[in-house]
């Protein structure tokens, strides 16, 4: 069996999702425009094979705390996804037996309100991200609602305001876009 990350590594994962939340915001005030796809998705993506056994993908999704995972073939590639909803409503033993094979995907340059549309209008949980034809994340409702908290922060007056891109201009006192930095969220509700 061989998951693209073994749930053992999930302390390594979060070490590399924690310092990759760190650089997003440096990266976002470098630019202008919305909020992409390679800013919010996570990586590394935890994978399985089609012939995995069901209890071997339940295993990885409570041990990784994830509720569906994306399933890869021999050659890499994208040949579906299972969720928990997968592994309740389908009878099967392999992955291959229970994976949803109708697989959207977008690509790491897809705007953030996009992807929102996608995920509310086809009622989808997560969409794998590719760079290329490469697999390199997936983006979560999760991921996207964090979106909804970014504030950005008038360097003229001090205005915040929230939004998934760089305001045009400050509404207060119509500083310019490059005058807004964003601002760090801290954790918790």
């Known amino acids: ?11 390594s994962v979060m070490s590399i999702n924690e310092s990759a939340d760190m650089n997003v915001s440096a990266d976002m005030n470098s630019r202008a425009g919305p909020v992409t796809a390679r800013e919010i998705m996570s990586t590394p993506v935890i994978t399985v094979m089609p012939a995995d056994s069901v209890g071997e993908v339940i295993q990885v999704l409570t041990e990784s705390r994830i509720s569906g995972v994306v399933v890869v073939g021999d050659e890499g590639g994208i040949v579906g996804l299972v969720s928990e909803h997968d592994l309740l409503a389908k009878n099967g033993r392999t992955v291959a037996d229970v994976m949803t ?10 705007p953030v309100e996009d992807i929102r549309h996608l995920l509310v209008e ?11 034809g490469r697999l390199v ?18 360097g003229v007056c001090g205005q915040p305001v929230r939004g998934t891109s760089r305001p045009l201009s400050c509404p207060t006192c119509r500083g310019a876009a490059e005058r807004f930095t ?8």
């Open 101 to 110: 094979t109708a697989v959207m995907t977008v690509s790491v340059d897809s």
């Open 122 to 132: 086809r009622r989808v949980r997560r969409l794998p991200v590719l760079d290329r």
């Open 1 to 11: 069996m061989d998951f693209g990350l073994h749930a053992d590594l999930t302390l």
């Open 182 to 189: 964003l601002e760090q969220q801290p954790p918790g509700p």
């Open 137 to 154: 994340g997936v983006v979560s409702r999760r991921d996207v609602l964090a979106t909804l908290a970014l504030e950005w922060v008038c």
